[in-house]
């Protein structure tokens, strides 16, 4: 196993400029070695980050996936600190006695290929490079079925032939069938939440407008912008692409509810520069994102989630999850406009072992699957108490 701890305080990047290894640390490494893209090409030297929590059985047979959607990382749960910009984004359902119980399970969260917390992604060292400088437009397209291949790889080093459940939400869905698709020997229980079997024209629409968005930026340079001193980034790109993405997080029922056409506190939003207090939120979002998150990390993945297919090169989406032999639990948002119950009801009528779709009734649209923690608990707790399935033949 070729990993090793590292403990380098985390400085958030000054908005705009990402600096590679900001993020290291609190989090375990590993080097992966290269990965063989789908579309041809190779990527060198791939690291890859990740958490775990609890302990590894003798007999691996329980380890648990945990795969993190767009802006995510490995941090499923605990505080912000050195090495984690937000708080867990499923706080408290990982530890001792909870949902994900550790004194069970052995839990690992890696960060995605093509990401920016701590994974190889365009901000990392170009290994190709004279210098050491970073990927920017160098990085190659890749697609989730890479990201799985080397998640894939990071599973072989740490020991584990087969996940008693590999769970990700949104694109972390995309991943977590993904793997149950190409690997169905080694995933033993599968739970996708807020996901779709794969990209719909609407959905690469609200991506495609916010990768121009990004694109647009004067300060983007074709995204060789790392040079680029503090706060020169594309940032304002990059926080309109969250502006759009955020509108499509969260419902219309819900943003009309609780911001109507309320004004910002203190500020006119008719006739002069004050805003509405919904205008005010998506600058907040737009904000934060920009603080913590790679603008040309933010491309790749919004490529990746566009290139999601389980149907391509397999005959169909119907042949592609066919193949899927996990247990599998799926479940969507009742008020999630952009990955539709309907998309996930798809999934659910696809895969041979599944249980009945699952709708966690909510308000808050996509987001949901990230807000309503308990619910997410509930049903990982009823997939987690079923029997175990025998391994199957590797084929
Ligand atoms: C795994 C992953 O997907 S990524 C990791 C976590 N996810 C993210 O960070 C994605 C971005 N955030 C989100 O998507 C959501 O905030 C969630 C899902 C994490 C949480 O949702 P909610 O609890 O419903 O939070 P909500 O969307 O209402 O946002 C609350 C924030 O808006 C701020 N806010 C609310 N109204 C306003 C306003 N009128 N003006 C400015 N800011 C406002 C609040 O102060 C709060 O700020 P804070 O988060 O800095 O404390
Ligand atoms: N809020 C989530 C939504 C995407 O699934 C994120 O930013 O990753």
Known sequence: MSTQEVSVPAVPPASGAWRAGDSRGGRKFSRIGNVTLER??????????????????????????????????????????????????????????????????????????????????????????????????????????????????????????????????????????????????????????????????????????????????????????YGAGPGEGPHNGLGVARRIAHTTYRSEAEINLRFGRLPQPGENPLGGDGRFAVESYLDHHADKLTHRFDANSYLVLTQTMNSHDVGRGRGGVAAGLGRVTARTAIAAISSDRLYTPGQNAEIAAGIPDCAPLRVIDSPYGHDGFLVEVERVGEILVELLGEPAQPALATH
């Open 40 to 225: 041809g090409g190779r990527l060198d030297d791939v690291e890859m980050a990740y958490e775990t929590w609890g302990t590894l059985s003798p007999t691996g047979d329980n380890a648990v996936l945990v795969l993190h959607a767009l802006t995510g990382d490995s941090h499923v749960t605990g505080d912000a600190g050195p090495g984690h910009p937000t708080p867990g984004w499923w706080n408290g359902l990982i530890g001792p006695g909870r949902e994900l119980d550790t004194d069970r399970w052995f839990v690992v969260a890696p960060n995605v290929l093509g990401g920016c917390q701590g994974s190889t992604g365009p901000s990392s060292p170009d290994p190709g490079s004279a210098d050491g400088s970073p990927y920017g437009s160098r990085f190659p397209y890749i697609t989730v079925r890479d990201q799985v291949t080397a998640e894939v790889a990071l599973s072989d080093r740490l020991g584990i032939d087969r996940w008693a459940l590999v769970v990700g939400g949104s694109m972390g869905g995309m991943r977590a069938l993904e793997w149950a698709v190409m690997e169905p020997e080694r995933v033993e229980r599968l739970f996708v939440l807020a996901s779709t079997a794969a990209a719909t024209g609407d959905q690469i629409a609200w991506c495609s407008a916010q990768m121009m968005a990004i694109r647009c930026d004067a300060n983007f340079h074709g995204g060789d912008y």
